[in-house]
């Protein structure tokens, strides 16, 4: 099986993120592999053990990117793709293009990746992906299972329950952050991960143009970035619930100004 992995370098949100003039300011920012997406390596992984095959990991980015690949090489991914791309305004429609290019002519069974990148959560470049491709897809699987080439059954996290879903190959499929617990990867896999191919694309390889990249080749624009505000520090009452219960009440009555 052969499967191609699209993977977003993000923003490490456990850092204290600074956002100056609407912008996120990158200096001094760690970036590591968005979560959803280490996830979708680990169930390629998975899947590739099991039937054969090969995992492809594809970015998009600058430099820097090419760090977040080797990461995923050293998990045990094979090889990867790299589009050099100084992204600018890209939204999921420019991104979802990109890759759609990147597909054409290539060898997969699988395209598998993460429901959302962690920076922007907007959960779209796949679909559109699919869409580019003319390929059926799925969302938000929790567990796989009846692995073939040609198919495989797909347990999706739906709104009211769990979704029973058989699909034929290829296909586009992403994944929740529950379907497995990734692999860290080993030194050895760290230093073969230096040795592994990294193919480098930039978009004129691709045959694209000034105008359908960046904000001309997108369908929305952020306008800015805030900070959310800071919450004010919640206040814990410890106590037999006789004597904590009237407190609370007492509380939200005279600074909340509730009802009572």
Request: negative net charge; aromatic residues 4%.
């Amino acid at each position: 099986m052969e499967i191609i992995v699209p993977i977003r370098q993000v923003p490490d949100v456990a850092l204290n993120i600074r956002v100056n003039e609407g912008k996120v300011v990158e200096d001094g920012v760690s970036f590591v592999i968005s979560s959803w997406d280490e996830t979708a390596i680990e169930g390629a992984l998975q899947m590739t053990e099991e039937l054969g095959g090969e995992v492809t990991l594809l970015g998009i980015g600058p430099e820097r990117v090419s760090e977040a690949l080797r990461k995923g090489l050293a998990m045990g991914a094979h090889k990867a793709i790299h589009v050099l791309y100084e992204e600018g305004q890209t939204d999921s429609f420019g991104y979802a293009k990109i890759m759609a290019k990147v597909m054409e002519g290539r060898n997969y069974d699988l395209i598998l990746t993460g429901k959302q990148a962690q920076d922007t959560d907007a959960g779209l470049t796949a679909s559109m992906l699919a869409e580019f491709l003319d390929l059926p897809q799925v969302t938000n699987i929790i567990r796989f299972s009846d692995l073939a080439v040609d198919g495989m059954t797909l347990y999706r996290k739906g709104d009211h329950g769990t979704e029973v879903i058989g699909i034929k190959l290829p296909a586009v499929v992403t994944v929740n952050d529950s379907l497995n617990e990734p692999r860290l990867a080993s030194m050895r896999g760290i230093m073969m991960a230096k040795k592994k191919p990294m193919e480098s694309l930039s978009p004129s390889d691709l045959g694209m143009g000034a105008e359908e990249l960046g904000l001309q080749g997108s369908m929305t624009e952020v306008l800015k970035f805030e900070k959310p505000e800071s919450r004010k520090e919640g206040e814990r009452f410890e106590g037999d619930e006789t004597e904590t219960v009237p407190m609370a009440i007492q509380k939200l009555v005279s600074e909340a100004k509730l009802a009572v």
